[in-house]
């Protein structure tokens, strides 16, 4: 039978209050893409979850997985009536959320998608104090930094900068300004020899650690500003390349090269002389941080009180980054 039909049928009758379980456990598992994995989230066997579905399945006259030793993947139908129906699963989990809401007492599940050095910078340092303050909400963070698709991972809200913003999204800005520095370890400096670099031109003549972008594959071009504005990207030479913020740091430290990253996570190793800036006149600085969650004509209590929380924590939010020598 056509989806069409299916779901005509479905609209046509008193609503299967019964199948509502199972029509649950289907986007799970599509969410998932595994029996496994959704059935480790519902607190059922993935033998039973499986049972489950192809019962919902005979029930509609449907199939709606393709089910292979390695993966699970939605059919025609099931991405059909998927799209149909996670709407509506997410206004009952809201409208169950609201009631907790009403009480004063927000909870629920609030999945965040964020970049490693925003959750380390934003997040990471409150997150005790967070879930003290709000026993009723399971936070789930999801690093990740490549740009993810909020609604098709099933996401609350993503932080990222701001010029990585995801097109018609509600932004809230939850940093201030960010600045990109060129640093060295001293130990670097000694073993190089030369002159430290006095314009992003003479990074040709030094040993560089570069970022690889996850969501396109490219590296990245260092960003400069000219004395006159012009925003400048420049190709360095690199003997390690790498995707993770932590092991780039750790690598710049450790002298094997000069490294390029956002300063305020790197500020107490500035201060303490582990790291030295160099190319301060070249400095190009960025929008910060922003929360963006898509539109909706209601927005859920948990995610209110996760952006009121963050806010209140970053009373600098509207400010710019320190100068030189305001560590």
Known sequence: ?????????????????HLLPAVHAFARVAHYGSFTRAAAELGVSASALSQTLRGL??????????RTTRRVGLTEAGQRLLERVRPALGAIGEALEDLDAARGHPAGTLRINSSRVACGLLIT????EFQARYPGITLELVLDDGLSDLVAGGFDAGIRLG???????VAVRISRNQRMVTAGSP???RRHGGPPPASPADLAGHDCIGTRFESRGTLYRWEYQRPDGQLLEVDVPHRLVTNDFALMVQAGLDGLGLIHVLEDPILA?????????????????????YLYYPHRAHMALKLRVFIDFLRARLPDAGMPPPGPGEL
Do not use: I
């Open 125 to 128: 340092p409150h997150l005790a």
């Open 57 to 66: 399945e005979a029930r509609l006259g449907v199939r709606l997985l393709n």
């Open 187 to 189: 130990a670097y400096f």
């Open 269 to 289: 190793h500035l201060a303490n002389g582990a790291l030295v800036p160099v190319l301060q006149d070249w400095t190009a600085t960025f929008p910060g941080f």
């Open 163 to 169: 010029e990585n913003l995801a097109r018609d999204m």
């Open 1 to 17: 039978m056509p989806c069409e039909a299916v779901l005509h049928n479905w609209h046509a009758m008193e609503f299967p209050a």
